[in-house]
């Protein structure tokens, strides 16, 4: 008798950085969703596609929970926490480096109304001592009764196999939601847009990587030629903001424009042509119509 087919959604909780989309490209094995070492970098729910052979896993990686300061941190907190009651399984991540906050205390009390089975994922354990993990799990079980607890490293790959190998265990019977080649739900110019904008994130700092958008405003492929032209407009809050972004003589805008199409390139198996523009908009993320122009939906707003 033939083992029968398993799917399901996996909804990846946890405060900003610890590590949600790395987690979520290594076990895809493809780049879906932006990495970055600062915190809040997810914006919208990214999903992920596992396909194997008698399961599928789609995966939500939601932004971080973190004290929302505008209404596009509304928009994030409340994506995340939407997420719990759609789905078949819920990670909560939490980084093995930091202490527990109150960032996790606010998840762990909806979690505990949650229905859903939860497995902690304590990531990044490569860069603590062993001898720390015993007393970690110890106090995240005295929190709330986890299905599994399950320790990785998702930049290395540590344990992600067996994490992998567990959550298989949870997903209900059910259908192939999607084809077998297709690894995320998002449409080609919503990736891109990410791409442009993880490279601004990657050479930026303070306030600027936070309060930018990207646009894309045209995807066209030449007739003769195999060459994609891509257009895109980085909106910022300030000018002064614009003025870092696009560098003295254009260096920065011409650096980040480079590396995105790199990226771009690899993903699209084309040549690229992309040409960036960087436009001042005032306090977008306080402006609901701004939001939904730039992709960030929600139809309780």
């Known amino acids: 008798m033939t083992e029968s087919y398993r799917s399901g959604f996996i909804s990846i909780i946890g405060r900003p950085n610890v590590g949600k989309s790395t987690f979520m490209n290594r076990v895809i094995g493809q780049k879906i969703a932006i990495m970055s070492d600062k915190p809040q970098t997810t914006r919208n729910k990214i999903q992920g596609v596992l396909t194997e052979e008698q399961s599928q896993m789609i995966f939500i990686d939601t932004p971080g929970i973190h004290k929302p300061k505008h209404k596009l941190g509304d928009f994030m907190v409340k994506s995340s926490m939407n997420t719990l009651n759609e789905v078949d399984l819920i990670l909560f991540m939490i980084n093995a480096q930091e202490g527990y906050g109150k960032g996790d205390e606010f998840i762990i009390e909806r979690l505990k109304s949650v229905s859903n089975p939860v497995i902690l994922v304590i990531n990044k354990i490569d860069e603590v001592h062993p001898d720390q993990l015993l007393p970690m799990i110890e106090f995240y079980k005295e929190q709330i009764d986890f299905e599994e607890i399950v320790p990785i490293s998702a930049l290395n790959g540590n344990n992600v196999d067996r994490l992998v190998d567990v959550m298989r265990g949870y997903l209900p019977e059910g259908p192939q ?71 003295k003589q254009g260096k920065m805008l011409k650096q980040l424009g480079t590396e995105a199409r790199q990226e771009i390139e690899r993903m699209l198996g084309s040549k690229v042509y992309l040409e960036l523009w960087v436009k001042v908009q005032k306090d977008w993320r306080n402006h609901m119509h701004q939001l939904r122009e730039y992709g960030y939906r929600d139809d309780e707003y």
Do not use: W
Not at 185 to 203: N, Y
Not at 212 to 239: F, L, M, N, P, Y
């Open 177 to 247: 939601f999607y084809p077998e080649d297709q690894i995320t739900d998002h449409p080609e110019r919503f990736i891109i847009s990410e791409f442009i904008r993880e490279r601004v994130l990657h050479h930026t700092r303070e306030e600027i990587p936070h309060s930018i958008a990207v646009v894309i405003d045209s995807i066209k492929g030449r007739d003769d030629s195999e060459i994609i032209d891509v257009q895109a407009t980085i909106i910022v809050e300030r000018k002064s903001q614009k003025g870092i972004i696009i560098g």
